[in-house]
């Protein structure tokens, strides 16, 4: 349940009000926002629908019960659909904002008192703090100008805004100290904190699904270019001309455009052999669907898909993070707690079904646990042009595919293709496309024959009438389970086997 609002203070300030969370007393001169968190949760309850497998990984990753982790998902889509009417509305006062608590409650700072009350009716926990947001990304950009004469020694800095400073990572404080204090910036506004970290890139890995370049590297997210199909990845996987060939060694495409270090992105095309899908590789936790792109606000759920650990789950610690690596500085970056390991670098970063961006690099492991950072989905899509692929839209009727099936379902109702016996298959992928009709919700299963039982080992379920899915499996007798999970109508489904 999302929390009715309360204001503290970030200063030793408190301010003593509770209010309701509905904006029904707005004072002379305030504008209403869109809507409060109740009603942007009510939004996404009716149009979000959580995998049970993506609860699952939240509740074992982050703690907590399995009510719990359904909660902050809804709560966390709601933050972000708010947030940015709250930061519209502070304009020049606002001071951050973040998600906190086993249900990732939203919290919004200002730097002016007279905002609270206004601030306490979307149903925000409010923090009055001494910096707006704008002062530090300043101070933090002054930082980012004079990356040459940063020691290598200080591994990252970035602005903090659950404690309203710059913070600088350092393994030698002193040396910290005297960057910061040659960097003529404000030094009220720096906090300079120990660390152990070394981050790096994460070479010869693979992540959601792997592709190899003499390495092996993974696909963060599937991407069109007009015509063109293809996928973002990390920049330090490969240079521009550089060929890939896929997870099953078969030649797969080339590198068009690379930039490591100062950012870390890349995407490559793929030929005619490979069609771009709107999942993610959840391993444990399924196929996943992707949905958009939209920046989760700090203290989110956050999942990443890599082949070495597989699917594992933190929280977003920081956004516009620069982090130093042995080859140079990336500016840019999202901070989290997520694990990772060599071998799972490039991979996907999912919060919710909204692509977040691809494995850059980090340091620890899943063992004792580590930091990791991820270069924003949002910026490789800018720099090159790109478009997302997602589950939402599949290619128009399923064409293209080996085979193609037809039918017609009433609500809540299922049918089996190509039939209730399945089809043979070797071992390989499998490609599933099902287009419903406008509207509804279906969605498709996947499923294997063993023994005499039918198990699912592949789906799309996100709340759309389309779905795009591939799986990768051993030979045996399989057969697809078309839902209709809401309406009815005719559906259309595509499949090439292999």
């Not at 992540?207 to 990390?234: E, K, L, P």
């Not at 969605?443 to 990768?472: C, I, M, R």
Request: some cysteine.
């Amino acid at each position: 349940m999302l929390r009715r609002s309360a204001v503290t203070a970030g200063f030793a300030l408190a301010v003593a009000m509770v209010a309701t969370p509905a904006i029904a007393h707005q004072g002379p001169g305030e504008t209403a926002a869109p809507y409060t968190l109740a009603e942007a949760r009510t939004l996404v309850e009716a149009t979000a629908k959580p995998s049970p497998g993506l609860v699952d990984a939240i509740r074992r990753d982050l703690g907590g019960t399995g009510e719990q982790a359904a909660a902050r998902l809804v709560n966390e889509a709601a933050a972000a659909k708010v947030e940015p009417v709250l930061r519209g509305r502070l304009g020049t006062s606002f001071a951050g904002a973040w998600v906190t608590g086993p249900t990732s409650d939203l919290v919004v700072a200002t730097n002016d008192s007279t905002k609270i009350a206004s601030l306490a009716r979307s149903g925000a926990e409010v923090k009055l703090f001494k910096n707006s947001l704008a002062t530090l990304d300043m101070a933090k950009e002054r930082l980012d100008r004079l990356v040459a004469s940063a020691p290598r020694s200080v591994p990252s800095w970035y602005v903090d805004v659950r404690s309203n400073s710059v913070v600088v990572l350092a393994g030698d404080v002193a040396e910290a100290q005297a960057f910061v204090d040659g960097s003529g910036v404000d030094k009220a506004l720096v906090r300079v904190e120990a660390s152990q970290e070394k981050p790096r890139p994460l070479y010869d890995v693979r992540g959601g699904d792997a592709f190899y370049m003499g390495g092996r590297c993974s696909v963060g997210f599937s991407v069109t270019r007009g015509g063109q199909g293809g996928f973002a990845t990390a920049g330090h996987c490969g240079t521009a001309g550089t060929a890939t060939q896929g997870y099953n060694q078969v030649a797969q495409g080339t590198f068009q455009g690379s930039s490591f270090p100062g950012n870390d992105y890349a995407w490559v095309a793929v030929n005619s052999n490979w069609t771009p899908t709107g999942v993610v590789n959840g391993y444990s936790a399924g196929i996943l669907p992707v949905t958009g792109s939209t920046q989760q606000v700090v203290g989110s759920s956050i999942c990443r898909s890599g082949s070495t650990t597989q699917y594992r789950c933190g929280t977003i610690s920081q956004h516009n993070t620069s982090v130093t690596y042995p080859e140079g500085t990336i500016t840019g970056l999202t901070r989290t707690t997520v694990c990772a390991e060599p071998g799972d670098s490039g991979g996907s970063y999912i919060s919710g079904s909204q692509a977040q961006g691809v494995t850059s690099g980090g340091s620890g492991n899943c063992t004792v646990g580590g930091t990791t950072y991820h270069q924003p989905i949002n910026e490789i899509l800018s720099a090159y042009g790109l478009t997302l692929v997602t589950s939402g839209t599949p290619p128009t009727g399923c064409s293209g595919y080996q085979s193609s099936y037809t039918g017609s379902l009433t609500s809540n109702a299922n049918a089996y293709q190509p039939g209730t016996a399945g089809y043979s298959a070797a071992a390989g992928v499998h490609r599933v496309c099902l287009d419903g009709p406008n509207g509804t919700d279906y969605d498709a299963y996947l499923q294997k024959l063993s023994g005499s039982t039918w198990t699912t080992v592949a789906s799309g379920t996100s709340p759309n009438p389309d779905e795009a899915f591939t799986y990768s499996g051993t030979a045996g007798t399989y057969r697809v389970r078309v839902h209709a999970y809401s309406g009815s109508g005719s559906y259309t489904l595509g499949l090439t086997r292999p």
